[in-house]
T-cell receptor, first 114, second 111 residues
């Protein structure tokens, strides 16, 4: 039973298109995140929601918009895709934002923009 | 801004040898530190979580130490096996709720 699941696993699309990546967690966690892993394998935080409230909004293009319909879901919508958006996007969740919280990650979505 | 560094970037050892992976961070005011494993093309698997008040954490052949004042953590993997080949990532959580990652150490265990 997958704890943090993302769909799709692979996404190939043309420049200029709009796409969404979905994430769901069945751990009962309050906090969810989106991370981007670039070609050098470096992971960087993009967004985080706690109890459906946006708490982290890093400096990313406003073409990226997260949406959290409920605590168990955090989706990422990307408008007007560019070549540089090609990366692996990871969703994660944690119980809360407290000191002892452990993060759990999904399997990633490999986005390729052509 | 928290910066996390992992050394070495890559490591190749014969099977059975112990592995020592290093992680350093610039801001010692951390909430906790987490070690992950990432297999090629896969997601991140949490290995160990060390809270800021702890000095070490153990799970099976894995042992992680934390020296918060000097901004260092070390992951020890005893009696390495080919199945331990992966990239190991260190991440620290500060009070800004973010997990800051190192670039990882890619480990190859030769049979």
């Amino acid at each position: 039973d997958t704890a943090v699941s993302q769909t799709p696993k692979y996404l190939v699309t043309q420049m200029g298109n709009d796409k969404s990546i979905k994430c769901e967690q069945n751990l009962g966690h309050d906090t969810m995140y989106w991370y981007k892993q670039d070609s050098k394998k470096f992971l960087k935080i993009m967004f985080s929601y706690n109890n459906k409230e946006l708490i982290i909004n890093e400096t990313v293009p406003n073409r990226f918009s997260p949406k959290s319909p409920d605590k168990a879901h955090l989706n990422l919508h990307i408008n007007s895709l560019e070549l540089g958006d090609s990366a692996v996007y990871f969703c994660a969740s944690s119980q809360d934002v407290g000191m002892n919280t452990e993060a759990f990650f999904g399997q990633g979505t490999r986005l390729t923009v052509v | 801004k928290q910066e996390v560094t992992q050394i070495p970037a890559a490591l190749s050892v014969p099977e059975g040898e112990n592995l020592v992976l290093n992680c350093s961070f610039t801001d010692s005011a951390i909430y906790n530190l987490q070690w992950f494993r990432q297999d090629p093309g896969k997601g991140l698997t949490s290995l160990l979580l060390i809270q800021s008040s702890q000095r070490e954490q153990t799970s099976g052949r894995l042992n992680a130490s934390l020296d918060k004042s000097s901004g260092r953590s070390t992951l020890y993997i005893a009696a390495s096996q080919p199945g331990d080949s992966a990239t190991y990532l260190c991440a620290v959580r500060n009070d800004d709720y973010k997990l800051s990652f190192g670039a990882g150490t890619t480990v190859t265990v030769r049979a």
